[in-house]
């Protein structure tokens, strides 16, 4: 379990890069792998300056090492410890470690680098060629998860672990090695997804940004439209995905309150309100109350949208938990 | 039949346990010797039980998930109150909600 915290904040953490241990780890990792250290280490400030760097420098970093450095001791190493564990061994070491962190990760450094294609686009630069940089990459902190599974019993992993540990994601070429900060801003929901409505969810220190709202990728502009929202705007929204967005921010309860909905349906687990919507599915939400009080003794409400046959409250929120109405009936709730 | 947040903790008869429960591996427990029912990514807030028993994890990152109490125990969060639990056998089963075209987990 430790190992998983450790990564798992490895793997969010933002803001400067400890340069001096990334590039001991770095230079630890050449010699591990029996190359000659880097002559040069460039630093840039995001995984897209990363692949900029890359392109520009062309033959004069020589070829890349990604494979000695990175793939061929990592997959040694897990020949050795699975031959060590045995295949259940194995299995159960990954799934208490690495397995823990792998969706959360991997989504994550795939998003980056759907975004760092799509910049790239807006310069006609072709898609290909982006995505070959972006394969000799060693991610460093978005490599958390098989690093976790690792931890503590691969000392030869350690140069690799200890990039990870202090920065973002790096280019290991014979003659020199391009470096990436970490980001500035990354803001997340419970279930690890990008999410911010007042920004970039993700942002590096030159200013590569992703926006995000629960993991949907959203146009900066849109972020910033919905502090001015209307509820004429969020009618005429055309696209389902984007207003559903939109309700999200405004608040389903203002909106509730300013469009005069009226509840369909009351009964002892909370409240049904429906919002008919012009060509889509209505909106069903079941209001309820955190039974347990706030610090001011005050009960938070909060709304659940539930599918849109749900005619009563009890139906609504026994279906949260995939039963019956019959069949919700807890005798304490805190 | 308990709740406690987006957590529901429904009593399963003892002959209605799935028979490969007994021989299932159970889930570890985390630093500070909880099972761990439901873990917040970011907060880091969990709803966890303390005392004997054990976790087996049924399907999915989301559960369901059985869990064994020979003696009872607590359920406890850093925002909810506490709930003590007899002992037996539950499920235990995270809350969702409707999008269209999917289904989420929520999160408090």
Known sequence: ?334 | MYRQGDVLIMPVAEEAVPSHAADARSEPRDARGRMVLALGEVTGHAHAVTGRGRLVREAGPFGPMLLHLPEGGRVVHEEHAAIPLPKGWFRVVRQREYTPGAVRIVAD
Not at chain 1, 179 to 186: D, G, Q, S
Not at chain 1, 306 to 333: C, H, I, M, S
Request: net charge negative.
């Open chain 1, 1 to 334: 379990m430790q190992y998983v915290d450790k990564w798992r904040a490895v793997a969010a953490a933002t803001g400067a890069a400890d340069r001096a241990e990334a590039e001991d780890g770095v230079r630890l990792a050449y010699r591990t792998a029996e190359l000659s250290e880097p002559e040069r280490i460039i630093w840039v400030d995001s995984p897209r300056a990363g692949v900029e760097a890359v392109r520009s420098l062309g033959d004069g970093t020589g070829r890349s090492v990604r494979h000695e450095v990175r793939t061929q001791p990592w997959a040694q190493e897990r020949r050795r410890v699975h031959d060590e564990l045995g295949p259940v061994g194995y299995a159960e070491l990954w799934a208490r470690t690495g397995a823990r962190l792998w969706d959360t990760t991997r989504a994550l450094s795939e998003r980056i680098r759907t975004g760092i294609v799509e910049s790239f686009a807006r310069e006609l630069v072709e898609e290909s060629e982006v995505r070959s940089v972006l394969l000799d990459a060693v991610l460093g902190q978005h490599d958390a998860a098989w690093l976790a599974a690792f931890d503590g019993r691969s000392p030869r992993l350690e140069g690799l672990a200890r990039v990870a540990e202090h920065t973002g994601w790096w280019w290991p070429h014979e003659k020199v090695t391009v470096i990436c900060e970490r980001p500035v801003e990354l803001h997340r929901d419970e279930a690890g997804r990008l999410d911010r409505g007042d920004g970039p969810a993700l942002a590096f220190p030159d200013g590569f940004a992703l926006h995000a709202w629960r993991g949907m990728p959203v146009p900066a502009k849109f972020l910033s439209d919905l502090a001015h929202l209307t509820l004429e705007r969020i009618r005429a929204e055309e696209n389902a995905e984007l207003r559903r967005v939109m309700l999200e921010y405004y608040g389903y309860d203002r909106y509730l309150e300013e469009s005069g909905a009226q509840p369909v349906h009351r009964d002892e687990t909370g409240v049904l309100w429906r919002i008919e919507l012009d060509g889509d599915e209505p909106v069903v939400m079941v209001e309820v109350v955190n039974s347990t009080p706030e610090p001011d003794g005050s009960n938070r409400t909060y709304w659940l949208r539930v599918p849109p046959t749900t005619r009563t409250a009890k139906e609504g929120v026994a279906w949260t938990f995939g039963l019956n109405p019959d069949a919700y009936e807890p005798v304490t709730q805190t």
